[in-house]
């Protein structure tokens, strides 16, 4: 009653611990999402990287919490495989070696079968982030008028009905490739089973093995097996949850390409005129044939000011993320007051701006406040 009354008192209370440090974690996350380089905020392995990240923190299944309950139960199945050990030498060696042996091969194979998952986590997390940018755009208050005026619902519902098929047969192609694991499993369990049955009947029948050692030693047999298969499968699952939190790591410290812990600090001083040039820049996004801006050649003098107007897609927004830095130029540079602005501490240089873009977001306050 003592332990059983302690053992509840404990799984009542670290639940807390384990919550709280995966909360840490999902604000880390998040900072990492708000305050990233821009150009990550368009680079599609971030993009995914930071999808398949915040799988790994939303619940409380999840890896980041539910490392903590694997490493508790990997400890309680080595002292019972302790235990177990010292009681199955008093009968044979030879039925915990072959106990050990058929629990090993079926933990590799089960290993190599189910990590198939993280093998293909890539395409796993394609389609995810199409079904994520579908429902988006569905419930998007901007989008809505066109939705309704152009009758756009069923395309839509189309759109992610494809998606989820596509996603739905990633995973029963992958249910099958595990299954194999568990037939393997099976397989050895039912071999290994017959072995200590028969060698504990030829006890009994030739060595005067009684029915209650009988039963105590074949119960052991059973025990010290599921004992193994919890120790190797709490390490394959700590395996498993470690290349998750692998993932997160992997996104936290994701290459940021601007300066924001160090560069040049910058500060805007009022009443100070600030001069921009853009000199023979130019500006390439990753993956595309062409330039969207060639060889520009800009000055926006102090107290100017200056309309840019084009056609669609003529680059005037990608000029105004260059100007802000956003973005950095494939070729030339951006000069404020005749420094390049790359020298600069990037979280200080976005507070010389006070941009209005065609993307933005309505606080919950006076227009003022906004």
């Known amino acids: 009653m003592f332990v059983s009354a302690a053992s509840a008192y404990v799984n009542a209370n670290e639940m807390y611990g384990r919550i709280t440090v995966r909360s840490e974690i999902i604000n880390l996350l998040n900072r990492k999402a708000a305050t990233t380089s821009y150009p990550n905020v368009q680079d599609d392995n971030f993009i995914r990287l930071l999808a398949k990240a915040e799988g790994c923190v939303n619940s409380n299944m999840a890896a980041t919490e539910a490392v903590w309950t694997t490493l508790t139960e990997l400890?309680?199945?080595?002292?019972?495989?302790?235990?177990?050990?010292?009681?199955?030498?008093?009968?044979?060696?030879?039925?915990?070696?072959?106990?050990l042996s058929t629990t090993v091969i079926s933990y590799f194979v089960g290993s190599y079968v189910n990590e198939y998952g993280y093998r293909h986590r890539e395409e796993e997390a394609e389609h995810q982030k199409h079904m994520n940018y579908i429902?988006?755009?569905?419930?998007?208050?901007?989008?809505?008028?066109?939705?309704?005026?152009?009758?756009?619902?069923?395309?839509?519902?189309?759109?992610?009905?494809?998606a989820l098929d596509a996603y739905v047969a990633f995973h029963r192609k992958a249910q099958g490739v595990y299954i194999w694991a568990r037939i393997v499993d099976l397989i050895l369990v039912f071999l290994?089973?017959?072995?200590?049955?028969?060698?504990?009947?030829?006890?009994?029948?030739?060595?005067?093995?009684?029915?209650?050692?009988?039963?105590?030693?074949?119960?052991?047999?059973?025990?010290?097996?599921?004992?193994?298969?919890?120790?190797?499968?709490?390490?394959?699952?700590?395996?498993?949850?470690?290349?998750?939190?692998?993932?997160?790591?992997?996104?936290?410290?994701?290459?940021?390409?601007?300066?924001?812990?160090?560069?040049?600090?910058?500060?805007?001083?009022?009443?100070?005129?600030?001069?921009?040039?853009?000199d023979n820049v130019s500006f390439r996004y990753p993956g595309a044939r062409e330039d969207t801006l060639t060889d520009i050649n800009l000055v926006l003098h102090p107290g100017e000011k200056l309309a840019v107007v084009g056609f669609n897609g003529a680059g005037k927004t990608t000029l105004i993320?260059?100007?802000?830095?956003?973005?950095?130029?494939?070729?030339?540079?951006?000069?404020?007051?005749?420094?390049?602005?790359?020298?600069?501490?990037?979280?200080?240089?976005?507070?010389m701006f006070s941009a209005v873009f065609q993307d933005f977001s309505l606080l919950a306050g006076t227009v003022a406040v906004n």
């Open 75 to 99: 400890v309680a199945n080595l002292l019972g495989f302790s235990v177990y050990v010292f009681l199955l030498s008093t009968v044979q060696p030879l039925l915990i070696l072959v106990i």
């Open 135 to 162: 429902a988006g755009k569905a419930r998007d208050f901007d989008a809505a008028k066109d939705i309704r005026m152009f009758g756009l619902r069923p395309w839509l519902n189309e759109l992610y009905g494809k």
């Open 192 to 278: 290994r089973n017959v072995f200590v049955y028969a060698y504990l009947i030829g006890l009994v029948v030739g060595n005067g093995l009684d029915v209650a050692e009988f039963l105590l030693f074949f119960t052991a047999a059973g025990g010290f097996a599921a004992w193994v298969s919890g120790i190797l499968g709490g390490f394959h699952k700590l395996h498993k949850q470690s290349l998750d939190i692998s993932t997160v790591r992997e996104c936290l410290e994701y290459d940021e390409p601007f300066r924001f812990g160090e560069g040049e600090h910058i500060r805007p001083e009022a009443g100070r005129n600030y001069e921009i040039r853009l």
């Open 321 to 351: 993320k260059l100007m802000c830095g956003f973005l950095d130029p494939t070729k030339g540079s951006v000069l404020l007051d005749g420094k390049d602005i790359r020298e600069y501490n990037r979280a200080d240089y976005y507070t």
